[in-house]
């Protein structure tokens, strides 16, 4: 009789490679290994950085990673806010999650979440005591990097792009202009209360991306609190590297790297004027998001 689960029609290339996989598990197979075998799972995430895109949600990231309890969904998974990938199922979600032991949270970020209509209501349902982060930056910071991004990947396809100035005043009416994206996605109040329909204020933690880039530690620290785990990230796990301008992660004394070049980029020169001209814009509803949140920042 052929061994279970392995029938008289099986091909000889399958038997091959069950053999070459037995054969591996018994060599490779000491007790810890076959603990970890056993106890290592997918799971759903119990955190979700739901944003803000240029807020520094990959540094974020990558910095709780550094954590021994957190493990993270490297790509941006996009499953609530894209609905072919939604229709994929939990299933399908929970399968591009990393493998993790269960006493560990599995943190995922797709920026576009806190944006995208149907995506509160979405996460809802698979699990409404989830912990959703946000990591927001000065509102016209953030725009003026939103816009960097972009423009560097027209400059890429050899394209020309307007210059922000041009894109963030409407030319009929000389005001702010709402419908371009960098400058909506900067009022945080209207996206978090659309959120506020279906999750408590309790549930959401918002970090200083401006304060994670020039000293990340305090705000890490603020992360750890929030998800209720031991503190355990270090200074010894962050250091700032002079050429890079930027702090980078040291997770032991072989293994450390710096985000790649893509982030923190060089923005353009803003006109004094427009620039000023949008953070009176923003006030009002900055004013608001503190207010909310129950965070202050001193933006203008
Ligand atoms: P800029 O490119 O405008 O400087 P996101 O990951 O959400 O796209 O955010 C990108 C931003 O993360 C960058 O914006 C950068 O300033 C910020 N950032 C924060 N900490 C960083 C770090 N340690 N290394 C690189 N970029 C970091």
Same mark, same amino acid.
């Given at each position: 009789?052929?061994?279970?689960?392995?029938?008289?029609?099986?091909?000889?290339?399958?038997?091959?490679?069950?053999?070459?996989?037995?054969?591996?598990?018994? &060599?490779? +197979?000491? *007790?810890?290994? $076959?603990?970890?075998?056993?106890? #290592?799972?997918?799971?759903?995430?119990?955190?979700?950085?739901?944003?803000?895109?240029?807020?520094?949600?990959?540094?974020?990231l990558?910095?709780?990673?550094?954590?021994?309890?957190?493990?993270?969904?490297?790509?941006e998974?996009?499953?609530f806010?894209?609905?072919?990938?939604?229709?994929?199922?939990?299933?399908?979600?929970?399968?591009?999650?990393?493998?993790?032991?269960?006493?560990?949270i599995?943190?995922?970020k797709?920026?576009?979440?806190?944006?995208?209509?149907?995506?509160p209501?979405r996460?809802?349902?698979?699990n409404?005591?989830?912990?959703?982060?946000?990591?927001?930056?000065?509102?016209?910071?953030r725009?003026?990097?939103?816009?960097?991004?972009v423009?560097?990947?027209?400059? &890429?396809? +050899?394209? *020309?792009?307007? $210059?922000?100035?041009?894109l963030? #005043?409407?030319t009929?009416?000389?005001?702010?202009?709402t419908?371009y994206?960098?400058?909506?996605?900067?009022?945080?109040?209207?996206?978090?209360?659309?959120?506020?329909?279906?999750?408590?204020?309790?549930?959401?933690?918002?970090?200083?991306?401006?304060?994670?880039?020039?000293?990340?530690?305090?705000?890490?620290?603020?992360?750890?609190?929030?998800?209720?785990?031991?503190?355990?990230?270090?200074?010894?796990?962050l250091?700032?590297?002079?050429?890079?301008?930027?702090?980078?992660?040291?997770?032991?004394?072989?293994?450390?790297?710096?985000?790649?070049?893509?982030?923190g980029?060089?923005?353009?020169?803003?006109?004094?004027?427009?620039?000023?001209?949008?953070?009176?814009?923003?006030?009002p509803?900055?004013q608001?998001?503190?207010?909310?949140?129950?965070?202050?920042?001193?933006?203008?």
């Open positions: 009789m052929p061994p279970a689960g392995v029938s008289w029609q099986t091909p000889l290339h399958t038997l091959w490679h069950k053999q070459a996989h037995r054969l591996k598990l018994r &060599r490779t +197979n000491s *007790t810890r290994e $076959k603990l970890q075998m056993h106890h #290592i799972i997918k799971q759903l995430p119990r955190a979700i950085i739901i944003g803000v895109r240029k807020g520094g949600t990959r540094a974020l990558e910095m709780l990673s550094l954590h021994p309890a957190v493990v993270k969904a490297s790509q998974v996009h499953f806010d894209n609905d072919q990938n939604y229709a994929r199922g939990i299933d399908w979600y929970r399968e591009k999650m990393p493998f993790s032991f269960p006493h560990q599995t943190i995922e797709s920026p576009a979440y806190f944006i995208t209509e149907e995506v209501e996460i809802f349902k698979m409404s005591s989830i912990k959703l982060l946000v990591i927001v930056r000065e509102p016209t910071t725009a003026v990097s939103d816009y960097t991004q423009l560097e990947g027209k400059e &890429r396809k +050899n394209k *020309t792009y307007d $210059k922000f100035e041009e963030v #005043i409407d009929n009416t000389c005001e702010v202009n419908k994206k960098a400058v909506r996605t900067s009022i945080y109040t209207k996206y978090l209360e659309h959120w506020l329909k279906y999750f408590p204020v309790e549930q959401f933690h918002v970090v200083d991306g401006d304060r994670l880039i020039i000293d990340p530690l305090p705000e890490l620290k603020l992360v750890e609190h929030f998800l209720n785990l031991p503190s355990k990230i270090s200074h010894y796990n250091y700032f590297n002079a050429t890079r301008g930027f702090f980078c992660l040291r997770y032991n004394f072989i293994f450390n790297k710096c985000l790649a070049g893509s982030k980029r060089i923005h353009p020169d803003v006109d004094p004027s427009i620039k000023e001209k949008l953070q009176r814009f923003f006030h509803f900055n608001k998001f503190y207010q909310i949140t129950g965070r202050t920042f001193n933006w203008p």
